[in-house]
């Protein structure tokens, strides 16, 4: 069975601490793609990253950064200094091509900076 | 360039009523999704079309959901005999091809009375 946990329900932290968010996944799939959106209180999901099952380097950009762990099945999400703007629901997402590429999400975090 | 649209952004009918939502996904992609997102849920597949053809209707609830994609460009989604527990947020959603990532729109909040 393909699924994406995601086991924190609500974050709280006050602005300029670190954060991270947990993604773990579960597939049979050894060709797979994990993904992370953003969905601020406007409603819409905004792409954050996509990184494929053989690509485990992790990836910096600005204060985000992800870190892949195959041996985990966790793709985990931390954000650096974090800032009231960074306050929304985040998605983990996973898509495989024996499952035409649909996404199976998370239940998502709901991320809440304090100023 | 213009993102993914979808009209109208919120429909309230009454429960039997026939609905339409129209997704416009960004030019040039192939791949449309659509999904549902019940409140504090993450959102859940419901059919994906490749070009003008249904690759995976999978996610359709019922036979009442249906979805067409004519010409490859904009699809809507119609439900037919509308339930309360059809109450949700409608997400359509579009790739450049398969496995890239898909690029979503405001969604329509769609409630049944």
Known sequence: ?115 | GAGVSQTPSNKVTEKGKYVELRCDPISGHTALYWYRQSLGQGPEFLIYFQGTGAADDSGLPNDRFFAVRPEGSVSTLKIQRTERGDSAVYLCASSLREGHEQFFGPGTRLTVL
């Open chain 1, 1 to 115: 069975a393909q699924k994406v946990t995601q086991a924190q329900t609500e974050i709280s932290v006050v602005e300029k601490e670190d954060v991270t968010l947990d993604c773990v996944y579960e597939t049979r799939d050894t060709t797979y793609y994990l993904f992370w959106y953003k969905q601020p209180p406007s409603g819409e999901l905004v792409f954050l990253i996509r990184r494929n099952s053989f690509d485990e380097q992790n990836e910096i950009s600005g204060r985000y950064s992800w870190n892949f762990q195959k041996s985990t099945s966790s793709f985990n999400f931390t954000i650096t200094a974090s800032q009231v703007v960074d306050s929304a629901v985040y998605f983990c997402a996973l898509s495989m091509p024996s499952g035409t590429y649909k996404y199976i999400f998370g239940t998502g975090t709901r991320l809440k900076v304090l100023a």
